[in-house]
């Protein structure tokens, strides 16, 4: 099937998968950088480079829940958009 054949179910099935897929990196991405920081918080303080950090963390997570909402709202325009099943 070409990309022009696809349905819009079908699109909206292949960005769900890329968005989840995003999302798993992205908390993945999270939780190993707030390890990171809960190990050199101190140092990071001193060395006056906590604030940055501060700030990627949370642009991080805010971007994970964004992916979150967006995920929600497309995996229900996919449920409207499912095709009836077929009758046998």
Request: proline share 6%; aromatic share 4%; charged share 30%.
């Amino acid at each position: 099937m070409s990309v022009d054949a696809k349905t819009p179910f079908e699109h909206v099935n292949d960005v769900l998968a890329q968005l989840k897929e995003m999302r798993h990196y992205a908390k993945n991405n999270v939780e190993t950088l707030t390890a990171q920081w809960l190990l050199f918080d101190g140092e990071l303080k001193k060395l006056k480079r906590a604030g940055p950090i501060e700030t990627l963390m949370t642009r991080q997570s805010e971007l994970h829940d964004a992916l979150n909402e967006e995920i929600a709202t497309l995996e229900e325009l996919a449920v409207s958009l499912q095709p009836p099943p077929e009758e046998a």
